[in-house]
C-alpha cells in the first residue's frame, strides 16, 4: 500500500534479482524507442544522453548496463511523466489503467485501445504474437492463454475473436508509475448513505450476544470437531447449525456456522471465563482472525484446497484489518469500492504462498464436472471471493452490516450478492477504532432459566432444545422442562480445582443470573471438597501373591519388617520411600529381592 519510489540501491537490488531478459523484457523494452527517438530531450536537473550514460542502444546491452539505465529512468519523475506524454493516448490510456488494475482482460483492453488486439492474419494453426503492431511495444506485459485444442484442425476467426488475452505490469512497476499518473476513482474508500431499498440488510450485532453463550458452552463441551489441519467438520458444522438455530445469511445453507466454527478453531483457549462476552470476543479476533488461515472455508466452492497444508495459505485477515484501521470511515462502503481500493494500492488478493498452486485448484458445476480455473477467473472464482468472506466472517460476528442483493445468481461464489458493508460499533471496538463498547439489548424473546431457592433443580421456560444444549454438562432432564444438577456430570470433565472453578465460572456465565445462596454453597462445597482427599506421592504400594503362605507369615511376625511397612491391608504393603532401602536389605536377609 505504498506508493513512494524505491531507493536508488533497493531498486538496484530488485533488478539484480531479475534475470538480463526479464529486465529487458518488462523494464527496459517498453521505454527503448522512447529513449532512441528523443536523444536531445532534457528537462530540470536531467536528460536522456544522462539516463542512456552514452550508451549505443543499437547493440545489445549487458544486464549491468540495462540496470544503471532503468534505474536513472525509473527515480525520475519527470522522465515518466514525459514518457507518458510521448505515448499515443491509447496507449497511454492502457498503461494507466494497468497501473491501477491488476490484470486487465481482453474487452478491457479492446474498449481502451478501440480496436482489436489480435491481427487476423492467414496464420490459421496457431495463436502466436499475432497482436496488433501498436501493442508489440508492451509484449511483455501481454499474456494469451492456452487452452488445449486439436492441432489437426484450423481455428476459425470467431474462435480468435474470443482467445483470452490479458494486460498486466510487475507489481513494483505499478508502484513505480503510480507516483506519475493520477488517482483512479475507488482509490479511496467513500461512505454514502443511499443504498438500493432492494437488497436485503443483515445486522447480528443485536443477537450475538445472546447467542454467544450458547456457542461457547457447544465448543468447550467438544461438539465441534475438526480435521488434522485444524478445519471445521462439515458434519460438525451441519449438527451444530441443527442444535443452535442460529441465525443465517441464506436458507438451507450452513455459511454463518461454517464461519464462527472455522474462527472459533480447536485451539482457542477463553483466557478467563470471568471475562466479559465483549472481552472473550475481542480475543478470539485478536487471537484467531489474525492467526488461522481463512481461505479453507471462505472458498467452498473451490476444490482442491485440502491438498494444502496451513502453511502455504497466505492470511489476508491482517491485510484487511490494516485497511479498516487506516480508514475509519462510517456509513455504507461498496465492495466494489473496496475491490478497487484493493487494486489500487497494490494488495495481492491470492490466498496461496506460490501463485502457481492456482493451477491446482478447480470448481465443479451442478452436473459435479470438473473446471479448471481459467487465469481470466481468478479474480472472480478466487480473489474477490477470499475477500468477502472476511467481511461475511466479521459479519457473522455482527462486526459489520452487509448488504446484499437477493435475486443474484450466485455465479461464482456465495458472496456475490454482496455490494455493501458498514461498521457495526461492535466491530469499531473489536477493531480498535474506538475506546468503548456497550453490548446492544436484544429485544427478542430469551429462554428464561429459573434457578430453585432450596435445591439444585432448574426450570426452564422457552426452548427447550436450548436448555438441553446449554446444561447438557452440568444436569440431568428429569421431566419435560426441569433439570437437576448433577455432582458426577459436573465434574466429569474436571481433573484438577482450577478446572472446578473454571467449570463454575462458564455455568455461572451461561446461566447469566443470580445464583441462590443454596446454590453458592454447593460450589463453595464443590470446591472444597476437591481438597478433602490429598495424593501421598512419597509411598510405593507393593501386592503380596495370595498363594505366597510363608512370605505372608514374614510379613506379619517380623519386627524389623513391621518397622518399615505403613500398613499391610488385603496383600497390599504400604512403605515410605524413605525406609525402602533398608525394608529391601531386610528382604534380602530372608531370602526375597524385592525388584
Avoid at 491470492?350 to 502457481?356: G, I
Wanted: proline share 4%; glycine share 2%; charged share 25%.
Amino acid at each position: 500500500m505504498n506508493e513512494k519510489a524505491f531507493p536508488t540501491q533497493e531498486f538496484k537490488n530488485l533488478l539484480n534479482d531479475c534475470t538480463r531478459d526479464e529486465i529487458d523484457k518488462f523494464w527496459f523494452f517498453p521505454i527503448r524507442k522512447f529513449l532512441s527517438n528523443n536523444i536531445n530531450l532534457s528537462w530540470e536537473k536531467s536528460s536522456v544522453i544522462k539516463i542512456l550514460g552514452n550508451v549505443d542502444l543499437k547493440k545489445t546491452l549487458q544486464k549491468v548496463l540495462l540496470i544503471d539505465i532503468c534505474t536513472r529512468f525509473y527515480s525520475d519523475e519527470n522522465a515518466i511523466a514525459l514518457y507518458l506524454d510521448y505515448l499515443p493516448n491509447q496507449l497511454k490510456n492502457l498503461l494507466i489503467k494497468a497501473v491501477w488494475t491488476k490484470k486487465l482482460d481482453r474487452l478491457e483492453i479492446e474498449k481502451i485501445i478501440e480496436k482489436p488486439v489480435l491481427v487476423e492474419n492467414s496464420l490459421k494453426y496457431s495463436w502466436n504474437e499475432d497482436y496488433i503492431p501498436e501493442l508489440k511495444i508492451f509484449i511483455g506485459f501481454l499474456q494469451s492463454e492456452r487452452h488445449y485444442h486439436n492441432f489437426s484442425k484450423k481455428i476459425d476467426c470467431e474462435s480468435k475473436k474470443s482467445h483470452p488475452v490479458y494486460f498486466s505490469l510487475p507489481t513494483n512497476l505499478r508502484i513505480i508509475l503510480a507516483r506519475a499518473v493520477p488517482k483512479p476513482d475507488g482509490y479511496y474508500l467513500l461512505p454514502t448513505n443511499n443504498i438500493d431499498k432492494e437488497l436485503s440488510i443483515y445486522n447480528f450485532e443485536p443477537s450475538i450476544f445472546s447467542e454467544f453463550d450458547l456457542l461457547i458452552t457447544y465448543y468447550l463441551q467438544g461438539n465441534i470437531k475438526y480435521s488434522a489441519k485444524g478445519m471445521p467438520n462439515k458434519a460438525s458444522i451441519k449438527k451444530m447449525n441443527k442444535v443452535l438455530h442460529l441465525k443465517e445469511f441464506f436458507p438451507d445453507m450452513d455459511l454463518r456456522v461454517s464461519f464462527i466454527c472455522g474462527l472459533i478453531a480447536d485451539d482457542f483457549k477463553v483466557k478467563s471465563l470471568s471475562l466479559s462476552k465483549v472481552d472473550i470476543l475481542k480475543n478470539l479476533f485478536e487471537s484467531n482472525f489474525l492467526r488461522i488461515p481463512t481461505a479453507p472455508y471462505i472458498l467452498k466452492r473451490i476444490k482442491g484446497l485440502s491438498y494444502f497444508f496451513p502453511s502455504d495459505f497466505i492470511n489476508l485477515s491482517e491485510v484487511v484489518v490494516k485497511i479498516f484501521k487506516s480508514n475509519n470511515v462510517d456509513g455504507w462502503i461498496s465492495f466494489k469500492n473496496l475491490l478497487s481500493f484493493t487494486d489500487s494500492h497494490f494488495i495481492d488478493l491470492n490466498p496461496l504462498r506460490a501463485y502457481f498452486d492456482i493451477d491446482r485448484l478447480y470448481y465443479t458445476d451442478e452436473n459435479n464436472d470438473a473446471y479448471y480455473i481459467p487465469l481470466g477467473e481468478v479474480k472472480n472464482y478466487i480473489e474477490h471471493p477470499f475477500l468477502a468472506g472476511h467481511l461475511f466472517i466479521m459479519a457473522s460476528f455482527g462486526l459489520l452490516e452487509l448488504a446484499l442483493d437477493p435475486t443474484d445468481k450466485l455465479k461464482y461464489s456465495e458472496y456475490d450478492g454482496l455490494r455493501y458493508f458498514k461498521f457495526t460499533n461492535l466491530g469499531k471496538y473489536i477493531l480498535g477504532l474506538t475506546d468503548g463498547y456497550t453490548p446492544l439489548k436484544n429485544e427478542e424473546t430469551q429462554t428464561q432459566l429459573h434457578l430453585e431457592s432450596d435445591s439444585l433443580v432448574i426450570r426452564v421456560e422457552g426452548n427447550i432444545d436450548y436448555a438441553d444444549t446449554i446444561l447438557e454438562n452440568y444436569a440431568r432432564k428429569v421431566s419435560t422442562n426441569r433439570y437437576l444438577l448433577s455432582s458426577a456430570k459436573f465434574l466429569d470433565s474436571c481433573k484438577t480445582h482450577t478446572d472446578i472453578k473454571n467449570k463454575i465460572a462458564l455455568f455461572k456465565q451461561t446461566i447469566d443470573i443470580e445464583l441462590p445462596q443454596f446454590w453458592e454453597s454447593y460450589f463453595n462445597k464443590l470446591l472444597d471438597n476437591s481438597k478433602a482427599l490429598k495424593p501421598v506421592k512419597d509411598v510405593l504400594i507393593y501386592k503380596l501373591p495370595p498363594q505366597e503362605k510363608e512370605l505372608h507369615r514374614l510379613v506379619a511376625q517380623d519386627a524389623i519388617i513391621s518397622k518399615y511397612v505403613i500398613k499391610a491391608e488385603k496383600f497390599n504393603l504400604i512403605i515410605s520411600k524413605l525406609d525402602f532401602n533398608a525394608f529391601c536389605n531386610r528382604m534380602k536377609e530372608l531370602g526375597y529381592l524385592v525388584n
